[in-house]
């Protein structure tokens, strides 16, 4: 049986990225805006973190307008779900085995 | 993330930040008013002809769940969070209406309107309580067993007026819990 860290996602595995993931598997889809302000990031921050999701395959990002208002939604891609659903259980796991 | 103490709050706070998604995208005082609104309107229509309620009943509840749909578009918009309600309501309106006619029209045959009632309210309540799980809401699976409830008592004491009575004991529950929830609903 292997140990619960080699089923750790890197990409995933970073806190602010894990949290990202978190809102957006309880939503269709969120904005930046609300991103930024629940999970108490930067702009640039959650820009970097958000583009490394997205290279992962991980998130969708669409930039619209909404009025003349420029918008960015971004959407947990089937990858990022699982993703996410994988680490949750390796995190458990890892708390159960020193439990 | 070095320690097991780390793990164990890093799956705390993912449980928070979650939470917080989740108020983000809860809003259950509109549909709760709404369909209380319509449910007293039809006590009124079955004041003047009993005969007119279901007719009534088809077109508000169509009514009502466009109205829902456009509100959760219209919130997910301003608060910055979209949730599936639009789906998740289809799926609800698909599975219960004719739930409703099936259930209400065997009863009836079986044990006559006061039965029908009592299976109307049942499908009802059911209905109430598949919103509270999506919606994580004790408030809206306790109106779902209170619409349940207030349906089969009405009709096992098969009062007159039963009809009017019925829809509107139902109304006014939905809608003094819908202004409750509004009350109580956090600002995101």
Same mark, same amino acid.
């Given at each position: ?6 089923? #750790? ?19 269709? +889809? ?38 003349? +208002? ?30 | ?13 993912? *449980?928070?930040?979650? *939470? +917080?998604? +989740? ?10 008013? #709404? ?14 002809? /009993? ?89 809206? /699976? ?38 409750? /929830? #509004? ?6």
């Amino acid at each position: 049986m292997s140990h619960p860290t080699t089923e #750790l996602d890197d990409v995933v595995h970073q806190r602010a990225r894990l949290g990202i993931l978190a809102v957006l598997v309880e939503a269709d +889809r969120a904005d930046f805006n609300f991103l930024r302000t629940t999970l108490s990031l930067t702009d640039g921050n959650l820009s970097r973190h958000l583009q490394v999701l997205e290279e992962a395959g991980c998130v969708e990002i669409r930039k619209v307008f909404e009025g003349k +208002r420029p918008r960015t939604w971004l959407k947990a891609t089937k990858r990022g779900r699982d993703a996410f659903a994988r680490e949750l259980e390796a995190l458990r796991a890892l708390v159960d085995a020193h439990s | 993330m070095n320690s097991i103490d780390d793990v164990s709050t890093t799956l705390a706070e993912i *449980e928070q930040i979650r *939470e +917080r998604a +989740r108020t983000g995208l809860r809003s259950i005082w509109y549909p709760l008013v #709404l369909f209380g609104a319509a449910s007293l309107g039809a006590a009124g229509v079955a004041g003047l002809d /009993a005969r007119w309620v279901s007719a009534y009943w088809l077109a508000a509840w169509v009514a009502c769940f466009v109205a829902v749909g456009r509100y959760y578009a219209a919130r997910g918009r301003r608060v910055g969070i979209h949730g599936d309600p639009g789906r998740r309501y289809l799926r609800l309106w698909l599975w219960s209406l004719p739930a409703l006619f099936v259930v209400g029209s065997v009863a009836a045959t079986l044990g006559g309107t006061p039965a029908a009632f009592a299976a109307v309210a049942g499908v009802v309540g059911a209905s109430y309580l598949m919103i509270a799980r999506w919606e994580h809401s004790a408030l809206m /699976a306790g109106l779902g067993l209170v619409v349940a409830a207030t349906g089969a008592v009405l009709a096992a004491t098969d009062p007159a007026h039963l009809v009017a009575l019925d829809n509107l004991c139902i109304g006014a529950v939905l809608v003094v819990g819908g202004l409750y /929830a #509004l009350s109580r609903e956090a600002t995101p």
